[in-house]
């Protein structure tokens, strides 16, 4: 009897160790959730002028009392993101194209033209299907270039006008026009000089603008 009792203990033993050793091959309850779905994507910035035929200002026999009226770009942000518009100007050229005898007479001498800085601009921003813009920039100076500033169309050159910013969707209008005094005068800085209007005859001025919109 005695050596039996050892002997059961010893199977008992071994009976629970086995049981413990056993129980780590047993997996437990678990649940997997997969989302493959995620998406980043970047907005766009897409600025829209116009249609397909932009407007383009094209002006012939210009003469002094002349004004163009108002010339208007629909400007559109067709984009998802917001961002702030800008316009640029850069006059190219202004030609002298040939010096009738009248030009000769007032004293003009060739190239450059001076058609640029006579010309007086207005500028601005407004609802497009306006008429007129709200918010004005003009020129009031003509004339050859002195040390307080450029006069005229030239004025305008290397220059940018702010809009603001235009969100997606939105759309606003770019108004311009330009004009010819009566009665040509150059601004010296100090005060007008009369001047002969023959000076402009046959000149152009080309201009080029340059609308911008960059990221908020």
Request: glycine share 12%.
């Amino acid at each position: 009897m005695r050596k039996i009792m050892p002997l059961l203990l010893s199977i008992l033993v071994i009976l629970v160790a086995g049981m413990f050793v056993g129980a780590g091959i047993f997996a437990v309850f678990s649940d997997t959730e997969t989302i493959n779905e995620n998406c980043l994507k970047a907005g766009t910035l897409d600025l829209e002028v116009g249609s397909s035929t932009p407007v383009v200002i094209t002006i012939t026999n210009m003469k002094p009392g002349d004004d163009t009226d108002y010339h208007k770009w629909r400007c559109k942000n067709v984009g998802t993101l917001p961002g702030k518009l800008y316009v640029e100007f850069r006059v190219i050229s202004n030609d002298e194209n040939e010096v009738v005898e009248p030009e000769v007479i007032a004293g003009d001498t060739g190239e450059p033209g001076e058609l640029g800085q006579y010309l007086h601009y207005t500028i601005g921003w407004g609802p497009y299907g306006w008429s007129v813009p709200s918010r004005l920039k003009s020129a009031w100076q003509t004339g050859p270039r002195h040390p307080w500033g450029i006069p005229g169309l030239n004025g305008l050159d290397g220059t940018t006008y702010e809009y603001g910013v235009l969100g997606p969707g939105e759309e606003i209008g770019f108004f311009m026009k330009l004009s010819l005094d009566e009665d040509l005068r150059r601004w010296d800085g100090t005060k007008w000089v009369d001047v002969d209007d023959n000076i402009i005859q046959s000149d152009s001025v080309q201009f080029m603008i340059i609308f911008h919109l960059e990221q908020e």
